[in-house]
């Protein structure tokens, strides 16, 4: 069982909110405007945590605090799956089980392609025979399919990234790639690099000028703690990382004036 972490957006944007996962995890361009994040670590086995629940985790705590969507694929001995978060909406995914039999809800890849603003129409057409009963098609061709599909929207898989491999393997072609490892380096570090990305995104003037800012930096944390809180509880990885990076986006907001006039 493994995963991968797609995200609609370049390495320099994707670093800063992966780091925040505290999670190992290898960084790789996959094409124009988007980025591959490996997991080294294998939180479902140590956990004892379905692969498909950290990845929603981890996929949703990536986008909550972002412009740009996140598409977790996600494969075991008896299924494989996507999930795909944007922003705060309620994330959305599709499973097939080992043998390729679709066993997740239709209208849920036309949600899919809607949120990634995929053609509704030759994307759509394209996205359906997925969904559709194929004896020649196990799980592992399905994602291979998925990702043949997003090539429209500049999706590139670098070479020996497929997924369905083992996580040896994945591992071993993302090294061989130079791809960045993502290390933990505290707290500190880690809210500075993100707010360097936020600040220069479309979301900066909102955070951080005008009477509004506070506020929004504010409820960011109110709705990261109980989160957070509830990932604990759960033992839930990917959930307790989303709460928590909620938590440092807000923390964000508060401490800019702080950290420039430091900076400074």
Known sequence: MNALLLCRAAPPAVRGPAQLLREQLLLAPAG??????????????????????VVTGW?????????????????????AGLTLASGFRRPVGYTWLADGTPAGEHEAMRTFADRLALDPVL?????????????????????????AVLARTGLDLPPGLHPGDSAEALHAAAEALGAEELAWSGWKD???????????????????HGPGARALAAGLIAAGLPLTAW??????????????LLVAEGLVGLAYDRLRNGDG
């Open 32 to 53: 124009t405007d988007w980025s591959v994040l490996v997991p080294e670590g294998k939180p479902w086995l140590d956990d004892g945590e379905p692969v498909d629940r």
């Open 231 to 244: 990932g604990i509880a759960r033992r839930s990885g990917g959930w307790t990382a989303a709460g928590l």
């Open 59 to 79: 996929a949703t705590a990536l986008a909550v605090g972002a412009t740009w969507p996140v598409l977790g694929l996600w494969w075991d001995a008896d299924r």
């Open 123 to 147: 994307d759509v057409q394209a996205l359906e025979p997925l969904t559709e009963p194929d004896p020649d098609a196990d799980a592992r061709a399905r994602l291979v399919g998925l990702t």
């Open 190 to 208: 880690a809210v500075a690099t993100e707010l360097d990305v936020v600040e220069s995104g479309p979301l900066g003037p909102y955070l951080f």
